[in-house]
């Protein structure tokens, strides 16, 4: 893993977290139920709550952890956001203390508690309930130097992903964007269609295509370098106004 600083440390702490997935009776559980979600809280919840007046269980990544004697805080991100969560062993024991005191950055939790205010007035879950739910097994980059290198932010989208929140809400506009598209076409009475991926002549534009071979029916085929013949078919047949969102595949340049 090149993003690491210092591949010798970097070799030492993955070990360390194999060791420790190796003592877990359960690392990968998936017996339990998510029903809030981190940036859903903050926005529903911005006033003043009375402790144990909500209920909540989320799961989310560890981001960030500050164990402070008998008290720890965890910072844990789902795809909506982050919250804050705070346990102490009085109220999840000293033997369950010390094994989510061992909790490594990266790690997926499961969390089970109930919403209040910090003295700072930062919105937490005071934790009643924590799980292991997945072991991560490789450090994440460095907290404050982040991702920086270009090739890896492409070639490993998902470590970008984890510490960019510039990324991910990249990823989050598109989703929007076609949905508010689809949404447009729909509210028109246009029908969503899929055509043919793979023609055997590729048509309706002027453009090179990316051969291909189906083996079972031994003919060679092109992926499609655009939908419009399809699509003209479908008028044509008596869908007046049709509408597909696809991919088309010309072989020539980057793009």
Known sequence: MTYHSDLESFSLSARARREKLANMPQPYANDFVVKNFCGDLHQNHQEFLSDQTLHVQVAGRIMLKRVMGKALFLTIQDFTGKIQCYANVGDIGQELFHTVSHFDLGDCVWVKGYLFFTQ??????????????VKCLNPLPEKHLGLHDQEIKYRQRYLDLMTSDQTREVFKFRSELIHFMRNFFVEKRFIEV?????????????????????????IPLYLRIAP???????????????FEINRNFRNEGIS
Not at 120 to 133: D, G, H, K, M, Y
Not at 196 to 210: D, T
Not at 229 to 236: C, M, S
Request: hydrophobic content about 45%.
């Open 228 to 242: 419009e013949l399809f699509l003209k078919r479908l008028v044509v047949g008596g869908f007046d106004r049709v």
């Open 120 to 133: 700072t007035q930062e919105l937490t879950i005071r934790v009643q309930e924590i799980r292991l739910s």
């Open 194 to 218: 899929e055509t043919p991926m793979m023609h055997v002549i590729p048509g309706g534009a002027n453009a090179r295509p990316f051969l291909t071979h189906h083996h079972a029916l031994d």
